[in-house]
Nanobody, 117 residues
């Protein structure tokens, strides 16, 4: 069983930055789509950024130019660098990542990001 852990959330003032991390200890990300999603109170979970299996990077319009999705060279973790944060970025952020030969897709437990005005 793969246990995906996210970290890096917290409370930050508008204009500040946070870096989210997502990884399963001892495991390497498989080839496949991987991404970050967020869920704000009263709203549906939405895609924030994704790296497709072919290496294409896609961002939600609301975060373009402010957020950057990436992996490390060893493909052990997925990151989301968030700059110029706005109060409307406040949400629980989840990663969805592939592991194994099939691959199987796993969700992290979520990390809270709160941006104060």
């Amino acid at each position: 069983q793969v246990h995906v852990v996210e970290s890096g959330g917290g409370l930050v003032q508008a204009g500040g930055s946070l870096r989210l991390s997502c990884a399963a200890s001892g495991s390497t990300l498989a080839i496949g789509d991987m991404g970050w999603y967020r869920e704000a109170p009263g709203k549906k979970r939405e895609l924030v950024a994704t790296i497709t299996g072919g290496g294409r990077i896609i961002y939600a319009d609301s975060v373009k130019g402010r957020f950057t999705i990436s992996t490390d060279n060893a493909k052990t973790a997925l990151y989301l660098q968030m700059n110029s944060l706005k109060p409307e970025d406040t949400a629980v952020y989840y990663c969805n990542v592939p592991y194994g030969d099939k691959p199987w897709y796993y969700w992290g437990q979520g990390t809270q990001v709160t941006v104060s005005s």
